[in-house]
C-alpha cells in the first residue's frame, strides 16, 4: 500500500520562504507530484519529481529523496495569493494498472501580511 | 483550450434520494478519473474510464455507485440512494495518455446529503 504525510496547516508571512514537508511510504517509486488547491476550485499540477534533488520552477522549488522518502516544497517571496492548500501525491509503481493518484490529506497555507 | 467542466458545482439532497453528477472532459482527452474528497479526509481515487471502457474501478465504495461514459465522451456519476457519508466533494480529471502527470482536474462538485 501506499501511505502520504504532510502537515495540516502552515502559516507564513508575505514575503517570507516556506518549506512544505511530505513523507511517504510506497511499494515502489514511480515519482511525486505536488498540487496547488484553492478553496473551490480545481488542484493545479505544480510539479512532478522522478530524480533525486531540486527542481526550480520560479518562486516554487521541489525537492525529492527517494531513500528517505521525503520530499519537499519551497516556496519563496510568498504572495497573499499562495494561501491554499499544498498536495503531495504519488502514483502506483510503474505496472501496477491504473495510473491514479494517492494523495495526502494536504497542507493549508495561510500568507499573513 | 476548455478545462474539465462538472456539473453542478453545488448539489443538496436527501437521504434517500438520488443524484447524478456530470463531468465534461478535454476534448480528445480518453482517460477519464473520478476521485472524491470526504470531509477532513483526503482526495481518494474512485474509478478510471479508457474511453467508454472501465479500466479500473477499484476505489468505488459500494453498488450504490454507477458510473458511465457513453461515446467516451462525458461521464456521469449516479449514487443510488445517497447516504449521509457520501457527502464530500467529486473530482473528474482528464488526461490524453493515461499518465499521472497529464491530468486536469475540474473543479468539482460539493455533494452535501442531508
Known amino acids: 500500500g501506499q501511505n502520504i504525510d504532510q502537515p495540516t496547516e502552515m502559516t507564513a508571512t508575505e514575503g517570507a520562504i516556506v518549506q512544505i514537508n511530505c513523507t511517504y511510504q510506497?511499494?515502489?517509486?514511480?515519482?511525486l507530484f505536488w498540487y496547488q488547491q484553492h478553496a473551490g476550485e480545481a488542484p493545479t499540477f505544480l510539479s512532478y519529481?522522478?530524480?533525486?534533488g531540486l527542481e526550480e520552477k520560479g518562486r516554487f522549488s521541489s525537492f525529492l529523496s527517494r531513500s528517505k522518502g521525503y520530499s519537499y516544497l519551497l516556496l519563496k517571496e510568498l504572495q497573499m495569493k499562495d494561501s491554499a492548500s499544498y498536495l503531495c501525491?504519488?502514483?502506483?509503481?510503474?505496472?501496477?494498472?491504473?495510473?491514479?493518484?494517492?494523495f495526502g490529506k494536504g497542507t493549508k497555507l495561510s500568507v499573513i501580511p | 483550450e476548455a478545462g474539465v467542466t462538472q456539473f453542478p458545482s453545488h448539489s443538496v439532497i436527501e437521504k434517500g434520494q438520488t443524484v447524478t453528477l456530470r463531468c465534461d472532459p478535454i476534448?480528445?482527452?480518453?482517460?477519464l478519473y473520478w476521485y472524491r474528497r470526504v470531509m477532513g479526509k483526503e482526495i481518494k481515487f474512485l474509478l478510471h474510464?479508457?474511453?467508454?471502457?472501465?479500466?479500473?474501478e477499484s476505489g468505488m465504495p459500494n453498488n450504490r455507485f454507477l458510473a458511465e461514459r457513453t461515446g467516451g465522451t462525458y461521464s456521469t456519476l449516479k449514487v443510488q440512494p445517497a447516504e449521509l457519508e457520501d457527502s464530500g466533494v467529486y473530482f473528474c480529471?482528464?488526461?490524453?495518455?493515461?499518465?499521472?502527470?497529464?491530468?486536469?482536474f475540474g473543479s468539482g462538485t460539493r455533494l452535501t446529503v442531508v
Open positions: 480529471a482528464s488526461s490524453q495518455d493515461g499518465a499521472a502527470y497529464g491530468y486536469t
Open positions: 510506497t511499494s515502489g517509486f514511480n515519482g
Open positions: 519529481n522522478v530524480l533525486d
Open positions: 501525491a504519488v502514483p502506483p509503481y510503474s505496472g501496477a494498472g491504473s495510473y491514479q493518484l494517492t
Open positions: 476534448s480528445g482527452h480518453d482517460n
Open positions: 474510464f479508457v474511453k467508454e471502457s472501465k479500466q479500473d
